[in-house]
């Protein structure tokens, strides 16, 4: 493996050094002023969405997601940059609905996970198993649904198994987070169906840094469960090559609630990370190492999980810019996975191991001219390898999934067409096959003697799309999207055997079940300059053989298919994986309007809405799915000075699946306050220093989420106070 890896990194260097080796380093940050004498901000933009076609570069004379008004004359005074806007309207023209989450949003956050951040924004929100533990949900879809990615590579853990298990990235490894919503199945795969979550750090460097150095120095303390954590970042090089390292901790105790304090939520996590790449005139290529440890408690349970993980990524660009090829890319990612569920009194009741490789390589094609204008387009090829087991130690316990082996070798296309100056068109194909192979049970008619399957399940998931962009009047960007997407059976779905304590399920997989497909239509229009800015969507999903869990009525058992009886006198609901067909349908809106001048800056103020519903062809409902919420706020910004105050309301869930019940809404009111300091600047470094607090939940609520499957047993924390700060070094 380490070998593989140092010949992507030596090749790809090697290409690169054919050209005089002149390092790329980081672009002067390009602000404009606006008439009013207060800069805009720079476009917040996406490096990694469902296209791998990269966007030809625009102007930085154009005016950017914050912008006031018209940019002044070029000889105006330059301007100190406006704080950062949160849940800024992103400025790219991707076909798809792209939320993103900056640096600033994460670090202001309390919370471990980087779905903290993410879970109040539309169209998103969390699975809120623990603190520890909390994967996002998407559109009302989750676990093997949703893709997590680090730098291109999934995060390679067993996230997607339990809602228990824990996605090993911290929010301090996070420079930048990226969702797209709705189907990316066709870049990355039968995993992202949903929609992916990816994260972008600079573990792997891409640039030399301004000056050869940059730093980052970060820290909090919150209220609510007494946390306290910090870390750092650093890039440093010469010549061509550029090295880095970050590492971070964090520890919080048990949360409290309104109804007082919340057992066994404690979290203590910490991380470590090296790398370094090669830099230069025509692109980089680099390797980096990551260790990720995690203890944390299971709130409403006495046990907790320790977690550790070991991974190596690779990742390189080459801008060929000739023989018709614009540039190429891979990326490269393999670790080892580990996690126990550990009782209070230190015994080992499961185990969790998942050893996983991952490689993908895109091409994309010089830009040419046809009849309709200019096409633009990319190929790619990824292959993944992983080997799954969930042990159970307990006696005469079954395993929830025996050892477990899945392999995955897909090839992908897409085409831009640029009819004209106002309507780009996009077409994009996937052709993938995956392979299960594992050990489960087709027939669980009589518990004591199941019928096994031993084996392994093919599949060819075909996948398409098709979309266009058009310019409208007033900066206005409509975009549709038309695809019709495939997903391979998980080997949870297929070979599941054992019993689910996040659930509180005895949970039983199906060898026999087929693809999933899905059929999505979408619409949106967006703005993304001026003094209004907004994004809205609307889309419309039809699921066949759609897979989900199907309870079986009154059996209930203990820790092995033996106990499952009807009227059992175990706890676990025995549920079994089936398909039917299921669609799903939504909207969502953000919105920001600058409504003026005060002070030194811009005040205004933004909104939101947002709702998913769902349900089976006979119209019971599909489990928990979130409900609709709508919120607003006030804000003010200057160069140094951002405020803002505001309200999300959840309206109550009653549109519920077999087995649930209705859950009553919340109002989440939240208030932020930061500054920020720029230093002098000796020897070419400038410091930067913010300090903030911020707010959450500080009305108090009561705060049940619909979507997690602890929502009766355990309330989400109460009122909470966070001060944090950084200092920055470039």
Same mark, same amino acid.
């Given at each position: ?62 005016? /950017? ?31 798809? @609905? ?45 676990? !093997? ?69 940059? @730093? ?18 650093? !890039? ?23 109804? +007082? ?38 709130? =409403? ?21 000739? %023989? ?27 185990? *969790?191991? %998942? ?49 477990? /082996? ?10 831009? #067409? ?5 309507? &780009?068109?996009?077409?994009? =194909?996937?052709?993938? !096959? ?53 997903? $391979?059976?998980? $080997? ?17 997989? %199906? ?16 703005? $993304? ?52 067909? @299921? ?27 947002? *709702? ?16 609709? &919420? ?9 160069? /140094? ?15 519920? =699946? ?6 009553? +809404?919340?109002?989440?009111?939240? $208030? ?25 939940? #500080?009305?108090?609520?009561?705060? &049940? ?9 355990? #309330?989400?924390? +109460? ?12």
């Amino acid at each position: 493996m380490r070998v593989s890896v140092a010949y992507s990194v030596a090749a790809a260097a090697l290409m690169m050094s054919s050209a005089p080796v002149v390092a790329q380093t980081a672009a002067p940050s390009a602000s404009g002023t606006t008439s009013s004498g207060v800069v805009e901000l720079p476009a917040v933009t996406v490096t990694t969405s469902a296209s791998p076609i990269a966007k030809p570069k625009k102007s930085t004379k154009r005016t /950017t997601a914050s912008t006031a008004s018209a940019p002044a004359p070029s000889d105006a005074p330059a301007a100190p940059e406006l704080q950062p806007l949160p849940g800024a309207i992103v400025d790219d023209d991707a076909f798809v @609905a792209v939320t993103v989450a900056t640096s600033r949003e994460i670090q202001s956050t309390a919370g471990p996970t980087i779905t903290d951040t993410l879970m109040n924004k539309p169209g998103i929100i969390g699975s809120t198993f623990a603190p520890g533990s909390n994967r996002p949900i998407i559109r009302g879809l989750d676990e !093997n649904r949703v893709r997590i990615q680090e730098n291109g590579i999934s995060t390679q853990d067993v996230s997607a198994i339990s809602e228990d298990h824990a996605i090993p990235v911290d929010p301090y490894a996070a420079d930048k987070v990226e969702v797209v919503r709705g189907p990316a199945t066709l870049r990355y795969g039968s995993q992202a169906i949903g929609g992916v979550v990816s994260v972008d750090n600079n573990r792997i460097p891409s640039y030399m840094p301004r000056n050869g150095f940059d @730093a980052e120095i970060r820290g909090g303390i919150t209220s609510v469960d007494e946390g306290r954590d910090g870390g750092f970042s650093t !890039n440093a090089g010469s010549g061509n090559f550029v090295f880095h390292a970050d590492a971070f901790k964090r520890k919080a105790d048990d949360y409290d609630t309104p109804q +007082g304090r919340q057992s066994n939520s404690f979290v203590d996590t910490d991380g470590v990370s090296f790398g370094g790449s090669f830099v230069g005139r025509d692109g980089y290529a680099g390797v980096s190492f990551t260790e990720f440890n995690s203890l944390y408690g299971i709130p =409403g349970e006495d046990a907790h999980i320790d977690m550790q993980q070991d991974k190596i990524m690779s990742k390189g660009e080459w801008r060929v810019n000739s %023989n018709g090829i614009e540039a190429i890319r891979y990326w490269f990612g393999a670790s080892d996975y580990q996690h126990n569920e550990v009782s209070p009194e230190g015994e080992i009741g499961a185990r *969790f191991l %998942n050893k996983e490789q991952e490689g993908r390589i895109e091409v994309e094609h010089q830009a040419f001219a046809t009849s309709l204008g200019e096409l633009r387009g990319a190929a790619g090829i990824q292959i993944d390898h992983r080997k799954t087991t969930g042990l159970a130690f307990e006696d005469d316990a079954d395993n929830l999934l025996e050892p477990s /082996t899945t392999d995955q070798v897909a090839g992908f296309m897409f085409e831009e #067409l640029q009819v004209s100056r106002y309507l &780009r068109l996009q077409a994009a =194909g996937r052709i993938e !096959n995956t392979t299960v192979d594992g050990l489960g049970w087709t027939d669980v008619t009589d518990p004591d003697n199941p019928v096994v399957f031993r084996g392994e399940r093919d599949y060819t998931p075909l996948s398409a799309s098709i979309g266009a962009l058009y310019e409208l009047p007033s900066d206005i960007v409509a975009r549709v999207t038309a695809a019709y997407v495939e997903r $391979a059976p998980a $080997a949870t779905e297929l070979f599941s055997k054992g019993a689910h304590e996040a659930s509180g399920t005895f949970e039983i997989g %199906n060898p026999n079940l087929g693809i999933e497909s899905a059929k999505t239509i979408e619409l949106g229009f967006k703005r $993304a300059k001026g003094d209004l800015r907004f994004d809205t969507t609307v889309y419309y999903t039809q699921f066949s053989d759609f897979i989900y869990r199907q309870v079986t009525p009154g059996v209930f058992c203990e820790e092995n298919l033996a106990s499952c009886a009807l009227g059992g006198s175990g706890d676990l609901q025995q549920v079994t994986f089936q398909q039917r067909d @299921a669609t799903f349908y939504g909207a969502e809106l953000t919105a920001q309007y600058d409504v003026g001048r005060v002070w030194n800056g811009l005040w205004g103020i933004d909104g939101q809405y947002d *709702f998913v519903h769902a349900e089976f062809a006979d119209g019971e409902y599909v489990p928990r799915i979130p409900p609709h &919420r709508l919120g607003g706020g006030i804000f003010y910004r200057d160069p /140094t000075w951002f405020f803002r105050t505001g309200l999300l309301h959840a309206f109550d869930q009653d549109q519920i =699946g077999l087995g649930e019940t209705p859950t009553e +809404g919340y109002t989440l009111v939240s $208030a932020e306050l930061s500054y920020t300091y720029r230093g002098e600047t000796h020897d070419g470094i400038t410091p930067v220093t913010t300090i903030g607090i911020k707010g959450e939940n #500080l009305a108090d609520q009561e705060v &049940r989420n619909h979507s997690s499957f602890l929502k009766e047993e355990v #309330l989400q924390p +109460g009122a909470s106070v966070r001060l944090f700060g950084s200092v920055k070094l470039n």
